[in-house]
T-cell receptor, first 113, second 110 residues
Framework: SQTIHQWPATLVQPVGSPLSLECTVE??????LYWYRQAAGRGLQLLFY??????ISSEVPQNLSASRPQDRQFILSSKKLLLSDSGFYLC????????????FGPGTRLTVL | RKEVEQDPGPFNVPEGATVAFNCTYS??????FFWYRQDCRKEPKLLMS???SGNEDGRFTAQLNRASQYISLLIRDSKLSDSATYLC???????????FGKGTRLSVIA
């Protein structure tokens, strides 16, 4: 069966510090991968998605970047965090080719101080 | 107009009640539809897919009305454990990501 891992679960970082969040998927090949952010009490905001290694689509201009160095690994990064980067970061995967449900990892709760 | 719109609620209902949520979508070419459930401070989880003919899973019934571009979720005999935010989700086409509504919050009260 497929599983998706995210770490860390909780993170507190100072403004201006770098960020690296990792997501890995097991039990499937060539998944579509996604990064979302959810601010407190708000809906999901799609940040990036990837349909293959090295292929990244960005949904909104921002202080973040994403990379997919391996088929089942998706990394979210920032060189300098802003206060507004605080939120609940969720990674998700789906079977490639569209029209498929997405499955979410447990998320990382980031607080930027 | 937002692509997926939901009443944010909250819907406060007593245990045992029947409650229904509607969701409208703007893209008539949308192909697939889902309901997700998100508990407080947790990740969203797939509740059920929505099929053209309507489908039922225990106390949950989902329906799709393509002519009016809305989907619905009916929960019968509400339980305290049904308290959560319910997200309406639409798939457009190709390899694009799913589009999530902002969710409807349900509180079931003893």
């Amino acid at each position: 069966s497929q599983t998706i891992h995210q770490w860390p679960a909780t993170l507190v970082q100072p403004v201006g510090s770098p960020l690296s969040l990792e997501c890995t998927v097991e039990g499937t090949s060539n998944p579509n991968l996604y990064w979302y952010r959810q601010a407190a009490g708000r809906g999901l905001q799609l940040l990036f998605y990837s349909v293959g290694i090295g292929q990244i689509s960005s949904e909104v201009p921002q202080n973040l970047s994403a990379s997919r160095p391996q088929d089942r690994q998706f990394i979210l990064s920032s060189k300098k965090l802003l206060l507004s980067d605080s939120g609940f970061y969720l990674c998700a995967w789906s079977v490639g080719g569209g029209a498929h449900e997405q499955f979410f990892g447990p998320g990382t709760r980031l607080t930027v101080l | 107009r937002k692509e997926v719109e939901q009443d944010p609620g909250p819907f406060n209902v007593p245990e045992g009640a029947t409650v229904a949520f509607n969701c409208t979508y703007s893209n008539s070419a949308s192909q697939s539809f889902f309901w997700y459930r998100q508990d407080c401070r947790k990740e969203p989880k797939l509740l059920m897919s929505v099929y053209s003919s309507g489908n039922e899973d225990g106390r949950f019934t989902a329906q799709l009305n393509r002519a009016s571009q809305y989907i619905s979720l009916l929960i019968r005999d509400s339980k305290l454990s049904d308290s959560a935010t319910y997200l309406c989700v639409v798939f457009r086409s190709g390899n694009t990501p799913l589009v999530f509504g902002k969710g409807t919050r349900l509180s079931v009260i003893a």
